[in-house]
Nanobody
Framework: QLQLVESGGGLVQPGGSLRLSCAAS????????IGWFRQAPGKEREGVAC????????DYADSVKGRFTISRDNARNTVYLQMNSLKPEDTAVYYC?????????????????WGQGTQVTVSS
């Protein structure tokens, strides 16, 4: 059974960087499109970035375009989210999940096998 574990979160100052990792066990990630999502207190979960099974196609929420980069290493069974120029509004719990379908998108309802999340806090 596929399980995902996120790591790499923490406290960072505005303008700083973090790299999140999403490691899989129980199945190979190369069979799935993957998404990164986040949820801030009192807000709905929102899509941040997604990547196709091959890694050749990516998409981003407008709020993170040009600052975040999603990538995958199928040999390591891991997907990454590089986050640069972080802002206080990026503060949230970040989750990864696999798409229920063959295509990637930013809609949480189209994903399953959610990890437990990793907290990202951007504050001075």
């Amino acid at each position: 059974q596929l399980q995902l574990v996120e790591s790499g979160g923490g406290l960072v100052q505005p303008g700083g960087s973090l790299r999140l990792s999403c490691a899989a066990s129980g199945s190979t990630l190369e069979n799935y499109a993957i998404g990164w999502f986040r949820q801030a207190p009192g807000k709905e979960r929102e899509g941040v970035a997604c990547i196709s099974r091959s890694g050749g196609t990516t998409d981003y929420a407008d709020s993170v375009k040009g600052r975040f980069t999603i990538s995958r290493d199928n040999a390591r069974n891991t997907v990454y989210l590089q986050m640069n120029s972080l802002k206080p509004e990026d503060t949230a719990v970040y989750y990864c999940a696999v798409s229920k379908y063959t295509i990637e998108n930013l809609y949480p309802d189209d994903y399953r096998s959610w990890g437990q999340g990793t907290q990202v806090t951007v504050s001075s």
